[in-house]
């Protein structure tokens, strides 16, 4: 069996069952349907599935943005909350001591 692939050395990522002017034509024994797990060295195909490139973690989307802000947001204003609590305690304890004198 024939397929055409794009003369790049490393991992194929697609090939042709038909003939394209643009690629090589490479002969297999059986159709590479798990294509991610062939790598072209220049010379053969070689079926490797323990150095198949590993995915590419996809971009968080808006919404997880938007959670991940609005949970940093959220510890910023606890922060916050406890801060205007240790000041107020402090001004109390001001307070006080200047009442008692």
Known sequence: MNIWIRNEVGYIDGYSLEEQPDLIQ???KKE???FLNWYWDGEKLVRDVKNAPQPVPAEPTEL???QQENEELKERL???????LELADMMLTVTEEGGEQ
């Not at 606890?78 to 205007?84: A, K």
């Open 64 to 66: 997880e943005l938007l």
């Open 26 to 28: 490479i002969k297999v």
């Open 32 to 34: 590479p349907v798990d």
């Open 78 to 84: 606890d922060q916050t909350e406890l801060s205007i």
